[in-house]
């Protein structure tokens, strides 16, 4: 069957520190990938996608590129901010049936002034 | 923008009793979800719906039943709350077909409490 594994936090940093936050997956055929966050209080949106081998998704300064011989889509950001306090969600979906995706349990990531 | 609306930010009910969880979307999506969000566990999917009066059980149905009974709405029904239901619950909705079909957008959670 399909999983996410993704990195265990809290993920602390400084403001404008570079942040990368691991995912790796497994899945049967082609599947499409994702980043969504979660800001305090909130449900999940979606942060940037990728749908095929090589594809970079972005959004917001952030970027994950989709790397089929690692299977990983890592999320990076050059500098990150206060306000990117959130949970991330790595996500993978594959095509046929209803889309149900499969989710990694979550990466909080924590900034400090 | 798609919007996903939730009845309730929060709700505190005793055990036994029977809740409703309501979950409606305007921009008539086919598929809708119920998901549970517990700390450590990430998402775990409950229900989903991809047509009305239509539901396949997701990865953790029992205690919960769904209802769907219009394309926009979609009820999560605890029948007898239990204090291990105590969690955040999420609904979503897709599109069926064209871009976009695989992406998920989600209402703002119902933080419940079971007493």
């Known amino acids: 069957g399909n999983s996410v594994t993704q990195m265990e936090g809290p993920v602390t940093l400084s403001e404008e520190a570079f942040l990368t936050i691991n995912c790796t997956y497994t899945?049967?055929?082609?599947?499409?990938l994702f980043w969504y966050v979660q800001y305090p209080g909130e449900g999940l949106q979606l942060l940037l996608k990728?749908?095929?081998?090589?594809d970079k998704g972005s959004n917001k300064g952030f970027e994950a590129t989709y790397r089929k011989e690692t299977t990983s889509f890592h999320l990076e950001k050059g500098s990150v901010q206060v306000s990117d306090s959130a949970v991330y969600f790595c996500?993978?979906?594959?095509?046929?049936?209803?889309?149900?995706?499969?989710f990694g349990r979550g990466t909080s990531l924590i900034v400090h002034p | 923008d798609v919007k996903v609306t939730q009845s309730s930010r929060y709700l505190v009910k005793r055990t036994g009793e029977k809740v409703f969880l309501e979950c409606v979307q305007d921009m008539d999506h086919e598929n809708m979800f119920w998901y549970r969000q517990d700390p450590g566990l990430g998402l775990r999917l409950i229900y989903f719906s991809y047509d009305v009066k239509m539901k396949e059980k997701g990865d953790i149905p029992e205690g919960y039943s769904v209802s769907r009974e219009k394309k926009e709405r979609f009820s999560l029904i605890l029948e007898s709350a239990s204090t291990n239901q105590t969690s955040m619950y999420l609904c979503?909705?897709?599109?069926?077909?064209?871009?976009?079909?695989?992406?998920?957008?989600f209402g703002p959670g119902t933080r419940l409490t079971v007493l």
């Open positions: 979503a909705s897709t599109r069926t077909g064209g871009e976009g079909t695989d992406t998920q957008y």
């Open positions: 990728a749908t095929k081998a090589d």
């Open positions: 899945a049967t055929g082609y599947p499409s």
């Open positions: 996500a993978l979906s594959t095509t046929g049936g209803s889309y149900i995706p499969t």
